[in-house]
């Protein structure tokens, strides 16, 4: 019996997935827990839209980090820190301020868990930080930390 699951099962499946599960199984465990439905057209078709609105959802949510990846390419967010006589700064620069600053200072929210620091910024200077914003989308902040 074809069956789409509701929930991920060990062993069986992940959640939307379209399974061979025997009569028994699916009669027995599956249905009455609400595992999953079985496989018929009005299901299928729910299905089907369901991963059509989803699909959709991703494409729109590239298509604003490609914008953003645009956005970035062509600025340098400053940031001012208080450092000593050798150029080292006291603290550092973390993503979390370089997310603040770049919201303030140009209206671009990007989240301070996309930005990739290996370690937080301690010299003054101007930097290259990568920022993930969607899978397989990167953008590039130009990062100025001045005294």
């Keep these: 019996m074809k069956v789409i699951l509701l929930d ?3 062993g069986v499946g992940k959640k939307d997935e379209v ?3 025997s009569d028994g199984y699916a009669r027995n465990f599956l249905f009455p827990k609400k595992l999953a ?6 299901n299928m078709s729910k299905l089907k839209n ?3 609105s989803v699909q959709h959802k991703k494409d729109v949510e590239k298509d604003k980090a490609e914008e953003i990846a645009k956005k970035l390419k ?3 967010v400053n940031i001012k820190v208080k450092a000593g006589d050798n150029g080292r700064i006291f603290g550092g620069v973390t993503s979390k301020e370089i997310s603040e600053n770049l919201k303030q200072q140009f209206k671009i929210d990007v989240d301070k868990k996309k930005i990739v ?3 937080t910024i301690k010299n003054l200077g101007v930097f290259n930080v ?3 914003l969607f899978e397989g989308v990167t953008g590039n902040i130009k990062v100025n930390v001045q005294n």
């Design 37 to 42: 439905v079985e496989a018929n057209a009005e």
């Design 8 to 10: 991920n099962i060990k």
């Design 130 to 132: 990568q920022a993930k």
């Design 50 to 52: 369901k991963q059509d």
């Design 74 to 76: 062509d600025i340098t």
């Design 19 to 21: 399974i061979n599960a």
């Design 117 to 119: 620091l290996n370690e």
